[in-house]
C-alpha cells in the first residue's frame, strides 16, 4: 500500500513538474513584461537595464527554477488586469465553480444510479428504451446548446401558438406547451450568504438556488446520460454474474439482490469514470460559466484569455492542473481500497 | 466516411452484400434512418456552392437593413430568406449550408489526423512493448486524465494568445485541425493497443516474422488490417466528438472567425441576440448541429453493436 502510495505521489509530482515547465514556457514566450511596465518613451539601454534587474536575461533554468521558488510558495505575480495576485484572484472566482459542480455532481448522483439500474434490470421496458433514447440524445446536445436551450425556455420564455388559440383544448395546449421563462439566466444573484474567506454560498437562499438550477442542470446533462449508460452497461453485466444468480437462487429477496449485492461491483468502473469525469467537468464549466455569465473560474479564465492577462493564464493552467492532479490520485487511492483484488503494488501507478 | 458503401472499393461489393454488416443494416431502420440524413447533410454541406441562394463570404452580402428578419413561418418574414437572416443581414441558410461544410471538414479533417497519430502510437506501443509501450501509454494516460476538450481549449488559447488573433483566424481551420487531432489521439493509441496486444501472439504474426519481414511490415500490413472493426466503430464516436469540439471551442471564441462561420460560431453569434427576441440566429443552427451528431452517434451505437458482438446484450 505504501508503495504504491509514493509511486502514485511520485508520478502526481512529475506531471506537476511538467505542468509547470509548459506553464512557465508559456509565460517565457508570451509577450515582453517590460513592455508591460514602461511606455514608449523610454529609450532602449534603460529597458535593458529593467530586463537585467528583473533576471530575464538569465536562462531559461535558472528563471524557472525562480518561477517555481515562488510558485511553491503560492506565489504565481500578479495579474496585468486585476493588480493583484493571481493566486488571490484565482481564490475568489473558485467558490462559484466549486459551488456550481458540486450542484450539478449531485443532480448525476441523484438521477444516474436509479435510472441506470432501473435500465438494467428491465432493458426491454418502454420506460427503459425512453431513458436510452433520451440519453444518446443528451451526449449529442453540446453543453453550452443545452444551455441555451434551457435559456430560450425557461429565462425568456416561448409562445406556442400551434393550436387554435379560439377552441378551449386549443388554449389549453397552447398554454400547456408555452413557458413563461422567469428563471433567472445572469449571474449568481444579488443575495449570496458569506460563508468564510472568498466563500460566498449561493445554496442559503431561494434567489441564489434560483440562479444555481440552470447551469448546474446545463453542466449535468453532458455527463448525466454517460453515467447512465454507464451504470446500466456494468449492472447488466454484473446481473450475468454467478454470485448474483446465486444470491437470487438462496431466495433473498430481489430488492436486495439488486440494491446490495449488484450495486457493489456495479459502482467500481463508475468510481474510475467518475474521477476522471470530474476533471472534464471543470472544462465543461469553462463553457457553462461563458453562457450564463456565472463569476466563476472558467469565465474568469476565457476574460483573461480575451486580455491577454498572462499570469492568471499561467496560475490557472497550474490550479487546473493540481485539480485534475489530486482528483486523479484519490481516485486510484479508492479504488485500491473499495476493490481489494487490485494489487496495488504490481500495478503500474 | 465510415459507412459501409463507401469505404469499401466495389471489387468488394459482393463480400460486403453477404456481411453480417449490411444484413443487420438492411433491417435496423434507426440505422437507415441516420445514414440517410448523414449523408443528406454531407452533400448538401459539400454542395453547398451550388445550392445556397447567396454567397456568405461575399462581403457585399451584408446588408443591415434586412438583419434579424425571422424564418418564414414566423411574422414578418422577408421572402426572400427561407429561414431568416442573422445579425448582418446574411440568408441564414445559406450561411448554415456553408457552415456546416466547415464544421464537417474541420471534424474529418481533426479525425484523420487523431487516426493517423493514434494507429501509429497505438501499433507502436502494442508490437514493440517495453520502454515505447511504457512511455506512449503513459502519455496517453495523462493527456486523457486532462480531459480532450481541456486540452483542446488549452492549446487553442496559447495558440491565439502567441499568435495573435488576426493570425489565428486566419489559418482557423487549420488550427482547430491540429488542435482537436492533437488532443483526442490517446484514444486510438488505446483502443489500437489493446487490439494489437490481442493480435501479436497469433500464429500469422509469428509466421511472418519467421519469414524475416521487417517489424514496420508486420505491424502495418499484417496486425493492423485485423485491428480495423474497433478504429471503425470509435471513428464514429470521435467524429461526433471532435464536431462537438469544434463548436465548443468556436463558440468560446477560440475557432472559426464571423466571417467563415461554423456551426458553433454560428450558434456564438446568435447567441448575443437571443435576449432580443431572435431565436432563430442561435437555434437553428443549433438544430442542425444536433440533427448531425445524433445520427453520427445512432450510427456510431448501431456499429458498435454489430461489430462488438461481446458488448452486444438486448
Known amino acids: ?349 | 466516411m465510415t459507412t459501409p458503401t463507401t469505404t469499401t472499393a466495389p471489387s468488394r461489393w459482393e463480400r460486403l452484400r453477404d456481411s453480417y454488416l449490411w444484413y443487420s443494416f438492411k433491417r435496423d431502420r434507426t440505422a437507415q434512418l441516420c445514414f440517410a440524413v448523414f449523408i443528406c447533410l454531407v452533400i448538401a454541406a459539400f454542395s453547398a456552392p451550388l445550392l445556397a441562394p447567396t454567397n456568405p463570404y461575399d462581403l457585399a452580402q451584408i446588408d443591415i437593413m434586412s438583419s434579424e428578419l425571422p424564418p418564414f413561418w414566423v411574422e414578418g418574414a422577408d421572402e426572400r430568406f427561407g429561414l431568416g437572416t442573422d445579425a448582418q443581414g446574411r440568408d441564414l441558410l445559406s450561411i448554415i449550408l456553408y457552415g456546416t461544410r466547415v464544421s464537417l471538414l474541420i471534424g474529418f479533417g481533426a479525425v484523420i489526423l487523431q487516426a493517423l497519430l493514434g494507429v501509429t502510437f497505438g501499433l507502436m506501443a502494442g508490437y514493440l512493448g517495453g520502454r515505447v509501450d511504457a512511455f506512449l501509454m503513459r502519455l496517453a494516460d495523462i493527456q486523457l486524465s486532462f480531459s480532450t476538450l481541456m486540452v483542446a481549449i488549452v492549446v487553442g488559447a496559447v495558440v491565439k494568445a502567441t499568435m495573435g488573433s488576426a493570425f489565428y483566424s486566419q489559418y482557423a481551420v487549420l488550427m482547430l485541425v491540429l488542435i482537436i487531432g492533437l488532443a483526442e489521439w490517446p484514444q486510438y493509441a488505446r483502443t489500437v493497443r489493446a487490439s494489437v496486444l490481442a493480435e501479436k501472439n497469433k500464429e500469422y504474426v509469428d509466421a511472418a516474422r519467421v519469414m524475416g519481414l521487417r517489424s514496420k511490415r508486420i505491424m502495418f500490413r499484417h496486425v493492423l488490417p485485423n485491428t480495423m472493426s474497433p478504429i471503425f466503430v470509435i471513428s464514429t464516436v470521435q467524429i461526433a466528438n471532435a464536431i462537438i469540439s469544434e463548436a465548443a471551442l468556436s463558440f468560446l471564441g477560440l475557432g472559426m472567425p464571423e466571417t467563415h462561420p461554423s456551426l458553433g460560431s454560428l450558434i456564438k453569434a446568435g447567441f448575443d441576440y437571443i435576449q432580443s427576441g431572435s431565436w432563430w440566429i442561435t437555434l437553428i443552427p443549433g438544430a442542425v448541429l444536433i440533427v448531425l451528431v445524433l445520427s453520427i452517434n445512432l450510427l456510431g451505437d448501431w456499429l458498435r453493436d454489430v461489430m462488438n458482438p461481446r458488448l452486444y446484450k438486448g
Not at chain 1, 515562488?70 to 462559484?96: C, K, M, T, W
Not at chain 1, 443528451?138 to 436551450?149: E, K, N, R
Not at chain 1, 456494468?234 to 439482490?257: D, F
Open chain 1, 1 to 349: 500500500m505504501i508503495a504504491f502510495l509514493i509511486k502514485r505521489l511520485m508520478h502526481a509530482v512529475l506531471v506537476m513538474f511538467v505542468i509547470s515547465v509548459l506553464a512557465f514556457a508559456i509565460q517565457d514566450n508570451l509577450g515582453d513584461p517590460v513592455q508591460q511596465m514602461v511606455g514608449q518613451s523610454v529609450p532602449e539601454s534603460e529597458r535593458e537595464a529593467i530586463r537585467e534587474r528583473l533576471g530575464l536575461n538569465d536562462s531559461f533554468l535558472v528563471q524557472y527554477v525562480r518561477f517555481a521558488k515562488n510558485a511553491v510558495q503560492g506565489d504565481f505575480g500578479d495579474s496585468y488586469f486585476y493588480r493583484e495576485p493571481a493566486l488571490e484572484v484565482i481564490a475568489r472566482h473558485l467558490p462559484a465553480t466549486l459551488e456550481l459542480v458540486f450542484a450539478a455532481t449531485l443532480i448525476i448522483v441523484i438521477f444516474s444510479v436509479p435510472i441506470g439500474v432501473y435500465s438494467a434490470i428491465k432493458p426491454r421496458s418502454p420506460l427503459s428504451r425512453l431513458f436510452m433514447g433520451a440519453s444518446i440524445i443528451g451526449i449529442s446536445i453540446p453543453v453550452f446548446l443545452t444551455a441555451i436551450l434551457l435559456i430560450q425556455i425557461f429565462s425568456i420564455g416561448i409562445t406556442i401558438t400551434l393550436f387554435p388559440e379560439s377552441t378551449s383544448w386549443g388554449a389549453w395546449l397552447n398554454g400547456l406547451l408555452s413557458t413563461e421563462g422567469n428563471m433567472p439566466s445572469f449571474g449568481r444573484g444579488y443575495n449570496l450568504v458569506h460563508v468564510v474567506g472568498h466563500w460566498d454560498t449561493n445554496l442559503a437562499t431561494w434567489n441564489g438556488l434560483q440562479h444555481l438550477v440552470l447551469p448546474a442542470v446545463s453542466l449535468a446533462s453532458i455527463m448525466l446520460p454517460l453515467f447512465i449508460r454507464l451504470i446500466r452497461a456494468e449492472m447488466m453485466e454484473v446481473l450475468q454474474s454467478e454470485y448474483v444468480k446465486y444470491a437470487r437462487a438462496k431466495g433473498i429477496s430481489m430488492r436486495r439482490v439488486y440494491f446490495v449485492h449488484a450495486l457493489k461491483n456495479t459502482m467500481l468502473p463508475v468510481i474510475t469514470v467518475g474521477g476522471v469525469q470530474i476533471g472534464t467537468m471543470v472544462a465543461y464549466t469553462i463553457l457553462t460559466e461563458t453562457v450564463f455569465q456565472w463569476p466563476g473560474m472558467g469565465l474568469m479564465f476565457l476574460d483573461a484569455i480575451n486580455r491577454a492577462d498572462i499570469p492568471l493564464i499561467v496560475t490557472y493552467l497550474m490550479i487546473v492542473g493540481v485539480i485534475f492532479v489530486v482528483t486523479n490520485t484519490i481516485v486510484d487511492l479508492i479504488y485500491g481500497f473499495v476493490n481489494p483484488t487490485v494489487k496495488l503494488t504490481g500495478k503500474p501507478a
